[in-house]
C-alpha cells in the first residue's frame, strides 16, 4: 500500500482544493444572491438552483474525505468486545459489506445518470444566454450533476478496498482494529 501513497496524496489534495474552490464559490454566490434579493429588490434566477448543485457535489465530495478522517457515524461497541483477529475479521467483513453498497450506489448511480440525465441545466442555459444572448453555446445536460452520487460513493469504495486489505494484512503483523482504523497516514490532517 505504500506505493500507492503518492496517488493518493495527490487525488487527496485535488478534492480538498475542489472542495475549497466550490465553498469559496458557494459563499459568493449565496452574499450576492443575497444582496442582490435584499439590496437591490432583485435576484438572480439562477443562483438557487447552481447553489444547489454546488451541495451536492461538496456532499458527495465530502464523504470520501469525511470517512478517511474516522468522521462518519460508526457502530463500534462490538468489534471494541472482540478479541483482536476477530475484531479484524468483522472489520473485513463489514467493510465488504459496505464496499457492495457503495457498487450498487456506483452501478444505480450511473444508471440513473444516464437515464434521467439528458435535459439541459436550466441554471446554466440562465447564464449563458444572459452572457451571450442568442449565440449562446449549449447548456451541460444535469447528467454531470447525477454523476457526482457515483463519483463520491467510488472514491469512499477506493478507500474501503485499502481498510480491508490493511484489516488482512494486520492479522498476521499482531496490530489492532483501532490501529488499522486510525489512518495514522501523516498527510490526512486530523
Known amino acids: 500500500m505504500t506505493f500507492l501513497m503518492p ?7 485535488a478534492i480538498r482544493w475542489l472542495l475549497i474552490t466550490l465553498i469559496a464559490a458557494l459563499l459568493v ?3 450576492t444572491q443575497i444582496v442582490m434579493r435584499y439590496g437591490f ?11 444547489r448543485y454546488m451541495l451536492i457535489w461538496l456532499s458527495f465530495l465530502g464523504i470520501a474525505l469525511a470517512y478517511e478522517r474516522g468522521e462518519v457515524a460508526a457502530l463500534s461497541f462490538l468489534s471494541l468486545t472482540l478479541p483482536r483477529i476477530p475484531a479484524l475479521v468483522l472489520g473485513a467483513i463489514c467493510a465488504l459489506l ?7 450506489l456506483v452501478w444505480y448511480g ?10 439541459k441545466i436550466p441554471a446554466l442555459r440562465f447564464i449563458l444566454e444572459d452572457l451571450f444572448g442568442d449565440a449562446a453555446p449549449d447548456a ?16 469512499v469504495g477506493l478507500r ?6 490493511m484489516c488482512l494484512r494486520a492479522i498476521p503483523t499482531g496490530q489492532t482494529l483501532a490501529q488499522v482504523l486510525t489512518h495514522t497516514d501523516p498527510s490526512v490532517a486530523p
Open 41 to 51: 429588490n432583485s435576484s438572480l434566477l439562477w443562483a438557487e438552483e447552481m447553489c
Open 140 to 155: 451541460p445536460v444535469i447528467y454531470w450533476v447525477y454523476v457526482a452520487l457515483p463519483l463520491g460513493m467510488a472514491l
Open 7 to 13: 496517488a493518493q496524496t495527490a487525488l487527496r489534495a
Open 29 to 31: 454566490l449565496m452574499t
Open 160 to 165: 474501503l478496498i485499502g481498510d480491508i486489505l
Open 110 to 119: 450511473l444508471k440513473f445518470a444516464d437515464l434521467a440525465g439528458n435535459s
Open 98 to 104: 459496505s464496499l457492495a453498497l457503495c457498487g450498487l
